[in-house]
């Protein structure tokens, strides 16, 4: 049974800091790509952050560059994004996604509430 389980959300106050977790199972983790998106009320969800299946390449949206860093544990079938500066507009709902081009398919956990606000 494939797993994608988003943890590490929470309040914290303008400037600060948060390390989300996503924690996969049930599919072979090292062969897909990872994403970071979110969606806030009323708004479309969106990318923030990518890293590929190995590792070695990242993307962001320009928003949050330099603010936030995507990585992962291939070993642990672990996902992070580290989450620095954070403002009230990065408020929002941040969902992890595994996606395999080659093989068609995508997978998306539930969700993690990140709010911003003082």
């Known amino acids: 049974q494939v797993q994608l389980v988003e943890s590490g959300g929470g309040l914290v106050q303008p400037g600060g800091s948060l390390r989300l977790s996503c924690a996969a199972s049930g599919f072979t983790f090292w062969q897909y790509a990872m994403s970071w998106y979110r969606q806030a009320p009323a708004k479309e969800r969106e990318l923030v952050a990518g890293i590929s299946s190995t590792g070695g390449s990242t993307s962001y949206r320009d928003s949050v560059k330099g603010r936030f860093t995507v990585s992962r544990d291939n070993a642990k079938n672990m996902v992070y994004l580290q989450m620095n500066s954070l403002k009230p507009e990065d408020t929002a709902v941040y969902y992890c996604?595994?996606?395999?081009?080659?093989?068609?398919?995508?997978?998306w956990g539930p969700g993690t509430q990140v709010t911003v606000s003082s």
């Open positions: 996604k595994a996606v395999n081009a080659d093989y068609g398919k995508d997978y």
